[in-house]
């Protein structure tokens, strides 16, 4: 199947600092990319859906301003946390799909604490 | 409303016991695609299977095997002499309409017991 990557897998930083999260299509051109939240033995909640070259839709109840969602190309978007603070840590997930399929193909995740 | 509903929060089973997983969706397309993925402890979703509305086909790979019924809406996961290696959340999964977004169920937790 395609692979998805997620960069970097891990991250710790201090409250008040913003966080930049990649996610990249190794081997596929994903028109549409999501990103979802998930909790400690929690469900993944999707954050918001990505099509290259126009703006996120984002899911009801997620900032907008404090989660910075960026597809400039059909092989990478990038979650920015801006400004985290602890309740913002979590396992953060990315998916790519094409036109030609509805597969989503799932990065490793990120997990990030902030202090 | 689109809506997953996996009940079992948990479930522990001995080693080469048949567990089955339930999934229990709501939607009011027609068209759809159910999911299942199973997430090890290394946070990593591993996707399972792919099944869309039209096929109400039983499928089986191996020691899993999926029921589909549309008139009960659900999608079971069966997995037959189960092995600790099988320990892990399995999350069922729905999408529909053309944004190809996913609706996850609250994920069941299998341990599997040597």
């Known amino acids: 199947g395609a692979v998805v990557s997620q960069h970097p897998s891990r991250v710790i930083c201090k409250s008040g600092t913003s966080v930049k999260i990649e996610c990249r299509s190794l081997?596929?051109?994903?028109?549409?990319m999501f990103w979802y939240r998930q909790f400690p033995k929690k469900s993944l909640m999707l954050m918001a859906t990505?099509?290259?070259?126009?703006?996120?839709?984002?899911e009801q109840g997620v900032e907008k301003d404090k989660f910075l969602i960026n597809h400039a190309s059909l092989t990478l978007s990038t979650l920015t946390v801006t400004s985290a603070h602890p309740e913002d840590s979590s396992f953060y997930i990315c998916?790519?799909?094409?036109?030609?399929?509805?597969?989503?193909?799932f990065g490793p995740g990120t997990r990030l604490t902030v202090t | 409303a689109q809506k997953v509903t996996q009940a079992q929060t948990e479930i522990s089973v001995v080693e080469k016991e048949d567990v089955t997983l339930d999934c229990v969706y709501e939607t009011r397309d027609t068209t759809y695609y159910l999911f299942w993925y199973k997430q090890p402890p290394s946070g990593e979703l591993v996707f399972l299977i792919r099944?869309?509305?039209?096929?109400?086909q039983n499928e089986i790979s191996g020691r899993y095997s999926w029921n589909f019924q549309k008139s009960t809406s659900s999608f079971n996961f069966t997995i037959t002499a189960s092995q600790v290696v099988d320990s892990a959340v399995y999350f069922c999964?729905?999408?529909?309409?053309?944004?190809?977004?996913?609706?996850f169920g609250q994920g069941t937790t299998l341990q599997v017991k040597p």
């Open positions: 998916s790519a799909s094409s036109r030609t399929t509805y597969e989503q193909y």
């Open positions: 999964a729905l999408s529909s309409g053309n944004t190809g977004k996913l609706i």
């Open positions: 990505s099509n290259e070259g126009s703006k996120a839709t984002y």
């Open positions: 081997d596929f051109q994903a028109t549409t």
């Open positions: 099944r869309n509305s039209f096929d109400e």
